[in-house]
């Protein structure tokens, strides 16, 4: 992953209506939610999922800048329950996100800060173990 030292948060992002007070996995699609996104959203339930325990440390969303096909929702709706689903402001996105093309997963600490960004190439495995690390570092959350 890459990490994101600078202090931004999900609001330079361009993420309204986010407010938790655990850390997230969050995946952003600044185009359709293609299979990329799809695998990125299933990646990052798994990795909720795989905290065992520390599972209530954490959550995951979906943050997108067009509304999403009517049977990818229901699925969402129907097989995510625990999603949290936000809209993504282009303009805001593609400032912060400099290079990230496609689909992305980001680590983000309580407070709303950026701390890591993954590609959809990613395996879930390596995420799950910089989130374990970041949880075993930290106080908040």
Excluded at 21 to 43: F, G, H, N
Excluded at 81 to 109: F, H, I, M
């Amino acid at each position: 992953g890459e990490l994101i030292g600078n202090g931004q948060s999900l609001a330079d992002l361009g993420v309204s209506g986010a407010t938790q007070a655990r850390w997230q996995i969050l995946v952003t699609a600044p185009q359709q939610c293609a299979e990329d996104c799809r695998q990125l959203v299933y990646t990052a339930r798994q990795i909720q999922i795989g905290l065992n325990r520390e599972a209530t440390r954490a959550s995951h969303g979906l943050a997108v800048s067009s509304p999403l096909p009517a049977d990818y929702d229901a699925q969402l709706q129907r097989e995510y329950p625990q999603l949290g689903r936000y809209e993504l402001a282009l303009p805001a996105y593609e400032k912060t996100a400099k290079g990230a093309s496609g689909a992305q997963l980001w680590l983000v600490d309580p407070h709303g800060n950026l701390v890591l960004r993954y590609d959809a190439t990613t395996k879930g495995k390596a995420i799950l173990n910089d989130l374990r690390l970041l949880l075993k570092l930290s106080q908040i959350g």
